[in-house]
């Protein structure tokens, strides 16, 4: 590893607060797939291992209080509110380019596939974007604003 490197994920390191996630199509359109107002946290370690999880505000509550006695909706409203993976990571400074591969997730066809992201870095914000993704006859591209804790 490069002392570049070394030094980027010296300052990547620790737990962020997600301040914005959205989705931006290539027409224009905005689009909150966890609503204008999720919540998330990611945590990045020195060493190159990530946790990320984000979810609505607003998931409904199982109306019979266990999990494994949620009906099929709620299971189903739950799972789409919900996003959740971790891995190792690495980074490509001249690319600012973050890959987790991925060792677990909620998504299970991300499993044992990488996840790229685009970073930029401040001293308190991270911003994390993902390359475009078509979406019919259109393209999307997720940007993630998170906060150091």
Known sequence: MS????????????AWRLLSSEFRTSSGEVIYPLGEDAVG????????YMSGQLMRRDRPRFAAGNQA????????TALEGYVSYYGPFDIDPARQQLTTHVEGSLFPNWIGEDQVRFYELTENTLTLRTPPIPLGDDEVTGYLIWERR
Not at 3 to 14: F, P, R, S, V
Not at 41 to 48: E, F, M, S
Not at 69 to 76: F, H, V
């Open 3 to 14: 002392h570049q490197q070394q030094e980027i994920l010296n300052h990547l390191a620790g």
């Open 41 to 48: 946290q990611c945590i990045l370690t020195k060493d190159g």
């Open 69 to 76: 006695a949620g009906t099929p909706e709620e299971i189903k």
